[in-house]
């Protein structure tokens, strides 16, 4: 019988996910289908109980039901609940499992494509959502030295430093010993060049930038702030160039964009449903040719 994994979120209509996952599946030759599920805020309860038949496999979760997901499963990894956001939903022997590959996408991507090692520096995240937390946690665990958080709302950005210093204060107990300074900024403090003087990574979490949305052309940064020796990577992957990097690019700076985070999460997820190896290169080819042709 054939089987199928879902996308499930809305917006849905350009996303490119369906593309290189149906590729990965195909590579393998196994009888499965990646579909996209546009689901409205109503029908969340019932995508997800659908998953229970015995012809589906799991899911993706995307904006904006990352969050809104976890109480409908029936457990939820460490990681996932600490940064409280599901994007994929694994179904083993008939329960619903949350995990969150977003902290490895991120993570991976910063490695392979921006040949970046954060241990030792300063990052600013620009942002304080979903992907902020997740971009957040990934950076304190590789042990950044020092981590600015600079959302519009400020309060979010200090909601999220308050659970980055618990993380941080009782990793003693873990036996991890992180010590990654937290803090945080108004968003107006990025109109002074001083504010990013000293950092190495900025990464933007905000959806500035994302084409087809009121944000289109849009970029959190002008030109005369950006440092020119750091590496700005931008998680918003449509358009391949987003405003931000453009300006980071005649800024003089390293740039990366979203492709292979969304990629390598993808790759993570298609690995926790098959248990087979992510052939990433196709992968990563076909989100490319998707992002030319649809995105
Ligand atoms: P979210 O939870 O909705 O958060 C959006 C963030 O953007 C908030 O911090 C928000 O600030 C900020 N923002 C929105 N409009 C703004 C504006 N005009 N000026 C300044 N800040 C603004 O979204 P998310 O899930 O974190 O996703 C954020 C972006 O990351 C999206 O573009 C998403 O596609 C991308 N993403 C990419 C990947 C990947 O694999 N490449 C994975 C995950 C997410 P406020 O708090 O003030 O509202």
Request: glycine residues 8%; proline residues 5%.
């Amino acid at each position: 019988m054939i089987k199928f994994i879902g996308l499930i979120g809305y917006p849905l209509k350009h996303s490119i996910s369906p593309y290189f996952q149906q590729a990965a599946l195909d590579y393998h030759q196994l009888d499965i289908r990646y579909e996209a599920w546009e689901i409205s805020s109503k029908g969340l309860g019932d995508a997800v109980a659908r998953l229970r038949e015995p012809r589906n496999l799991g899911a993706n979760v995307t904006v904006p039901y990352k969050e809104a997901v976890l109480p409908l499963l029936d457990e939820v990894d460490e990681q996932a609940s600490l940064i409280g956001a599901v994007n994929t939903i694994v179904k083993r022997d008939n329960r619903l499992l949350g995990f969150n590959t977003d902290v490895y996408g991120f993570a991976q991507a910063l490695y392979k494509e921006g040949h970046f090692e954060p241990e030792g520096k300063q990052a600013v995240i620009l942002g304080a959502g979903g992907a902020a937390r997740a971009v957040s946690f990934a950076l304190v665990r590789k042990k950044v030295s020092a981590l600015i958080i600079i959302n519009r709302t400020l309060e979010k950005a200090r909601a999220l430093a308050d659970s980055l210093k618990r993380y941080i204060r009782d990793s003693s107990l873990r036996s991890e010993g992180l010590k990654t300074s937290v803090t945080t900024l108004p968003w107006q403090s990025l109109t002074s060049p001083k504010t990013l003087d000293d950092c190495h990574l900025i990464v933007n979490c905000t959806t500035m930038g994302m084409k087809y949305s009121s944000q289109e052309g849009q970029s959190p940064l002008s030109l005369e702030v950006i440092p020119n020796h750091i590496l700005v990577y931008d998680l918003v992957y449509n358009p391949w160039l987003t405003p931000l990097l453009q300006l980071a690019q005649r800024a003089g700076a390293n740039t990366l964009g979203g492709l292979p985070m969304l990629v390598y999460q993808g790759a993570a997820s298609f690995e926790l449903w098959t248990d087979k190896e992510a052939p990433i290169d196709i992968m990563l080819d076909k989100a490319k040719e998707a992002l030319q042709k649809f995105g």
